[in-house]
């Protein structure tokens, strides 16, 4: 009862100024006139350092490995096809286990390192990483590839919220943190897309287990620098890990993520939505356990804070969209417009840049104009970069995909930067580990959903109208293989009579346009709400900056 009383406590710094603390302190922290002030109305603390910074370089390694890592071994499923001869569903086990453990364990691995400290839990996980990408990359079965993924994904959960964490430790001073910040985001976007580059040279030269050791001698330099260049925090009046919450925790993520990854395989269906239902059923038990428990695994009172409900929400739809549309851009490049994967992987590169660019740029920006201002900008011009995309036909939609992706990715970034600043920046810094935690699983819930959700609705739309334009003459049994994918219908054309699969394949490319530009359409107008949902919600916490500031003055 008395935890529950607490969570309906009002939190300080969104009760307004009339109600906040005097003049001349704030949070105790003793101010002159003048002083500049946080998000919250906090005390600017002092700036950053040479050795924060540097650090901050230190950890930007493991970020870009954990992006890498994500991207690289779809290349190489191939030639590990040959050599280590996996049946369909544990070739589907060896691309998709490493993301759906790393998803599961974010919460538990946040937990942990604000109790055992933030340092240690990165550094065991970076050992660790650097071990199983040796035994991933000499495995000699599939299964054992599987239990090795399986376990890379455990030690990757240890990185993102470790990492985050550490910067809102490292740089408390507001613009050092959105800097900081924006270099952390930059970090996943440049290994997302040099991931591909560099494992198709590797692939060029070398066997497939080659992808794996690029992560060894990352974790080898973060092992040797990061004791002497990052600090260490923990929290000190933290208790013992409730191993109920954390296993609760485990299922809740594991049970939803894995019916999203159903859907977006096989379609909605009834095991599909049970595994979700699972999944939030568990999710609920899991939530109602933070309410009562003395120690809980989730803080549920920063939900009651403005500017991290919001921030959150607004992360997890931008993920939702960025992924959704991204999954059928890829396809676009190599399956319409006939490129191979290496120059599909060049073509992405200007996203790459647009992401890094704009993540860079954000902190510069937000020091003249208002963070809500920002992001809902962002998404606006996100929006605008989705509608370039949806102008793509089946003969010439390149400069629409470059551009719309330019575009959406440079809005995306301010957005993603300054929404998990603001996730970061409202959490108590003993907290700081699990509210990472939080932003990186709404990440991976955010872009499930969009793979699930959107690749649904393109899969149906490409469905339906394949349907309506199949060329007379083609099997019944290569209807259906058609229908599955675009890429089955391609390999049915090949088998067909020319003229017959030559139509097939333009009637299959016509439709797959078809629903690519309607999941381009859905993501422009999911950006626009989201737009004028942070225009409206976070409008009231900058004016409490702004009163907070005025106060100072």
């Not at 939900?303 to 409900?309: G, H, Q």
């Not at 995306?412 to 920046?425: E, K, S």
């Not at 020319?498 to 009637?507: F, K, P, Y």
């Not at 629903?515 to 225009?535: E, M, N, P, Q």
């Amino acid at each position: 009862m008395l935890e529950r009383a607490r969570l309906r406590e009002p939190i300080a710094p969104f009760q307004g100024t009339d109600r906040g603390p005097p003049r001349g302190e704030i949070d105790g922290v003793s101010t002159t006139p003048g002083d500049e002030v946080d998000a919250l109305g906090h005390a600017a603390a002092p700036r950053a350092g040479r050795k924060e910074w540097i650090g901050l370089g230190v950890i930007a390694l493991p970020c870009l490995l954990y992006a890498m890592d994500l991207t690289v071994l779809y290349l190489a499923v191939p030639s590990l096809s040959r050599d280590l001869e996996p049946s369909g569903a544990q070739l589907l086990w060896i691309t998709d286990i490493y993301g759906f453990l790393l998803a599961g364990f974010l919460i538990p691995m946040g937990t942990l390192g604000d109790r055992i400290g933030r340092r240690r839990l990165l550094l065991i996980g970076a050992g660790a990483f650097g071990l199983l990408s040796v035994v991933a990359a000499f495995s000699t079965s599939a299964r054992m590839l599987i239990v090795a993924r399986a376990l890379l994904g455990i030690a990757g959960a240890t990185l993102a919220p470790s990492t985050l964490s550490l910067i809102r430790n490292m740089f408390p001073h507001p613009r050092d943190r959105t800097f900081a910040i924006g270099v952390w985001i930059a970090s996943f976007s440049a290994g997302g897309a040099i991931g591909p580059l560099i494992g198709g040279l590797l692939l060029e030269w070398f066997w497939w287990g080659s992808v794996f050791l690029i992560g060894v001698p990352v974790m080898v330099l973060l092992l040797v620098l990061g004791p002497s260049l990052l600090p260490e925090f923990r929290d000190p009046s933290a208790g013992r890990i409730d191993l109920l919450s954390a296993g609760l925790s485990l299922i809740a993520v594991l049970t939803a993520i894995y019916g999203l990854k159903r859907i977006a395989v096989d379609g909605v269906g009834w095991e599909a939505l049970l595994w979700i239902i699972v999944g939030v059923a568990v999710g609920i038990v899991f939530l109602r356990r933070q309410l009562v428990s003395t120690d809980p695994l989730i803080d549920l009172r920063l939900f009651l804070r403005p500017a991290f409900s919001v921030s959150l929400a607004t992360y997890t739809l931008g993920i939702f969209v960025a992924f959704g549309t991204s999954l059928f851009i890829a396809q676009y490049l190599q399956l319409v417009l006939g490129m191979s994967p290496f120059q599909a992987g060049l073509w992405t590169l200007p996203e790459g840049i647009g992401f890094i660019a704009g993540s860079m740029l954000t902190a510069p920006i937000v020091r003249r104009v208002r963070a809500p201002f920002v992001v809902a900008s962002g998404l606006f011009l996100a929006s605008i970069g989705f509608a370039v995309v949806a102008l793509i036909d089946p003969h010439q939609g390149l400069a629409a995909i470059v551009s719309g992706s330019i575009l959406f990715a440079v809005g995306l970034a301010a957005v993603f930067t300054l929404a998990t600043d603001l996730v970061v920046g409202t959490a108590p810094p003993e907290r700081a580990g699990s509210a990472s935690a939080l932003s990186e699983t709404g990440a991976e819930f955010g872009g499930a959903l969009g793979i699930a959700i959107l690749g649904s609705v393109g899969t149906a739309v490409y469905r339906s109208l394949l349907v309506e334009d199949l060329p007379p003459g083609v099997p019944a049994k290569a209807v259906e293989a058609a229908q599955d994918t675009l890429g089955g219908a391609l390999i049915v054309a090949a088998r067909l009579p020319a003229r017959i699969g030559d139509e097939l394949v333009e009637a299959a490319r016509v439709a797959f346009t078809s629903g690519t530009r309607l999941v381009a359409v859905i993501a422009a107008a999911i950006s626009l709400g989201v737009a004028a949902l942070v225009a409206f919600t976070l409008r009231r916490v900058a004016a409490e900056v702004a009163s907070a500031q005025e106060e100072r003055t």
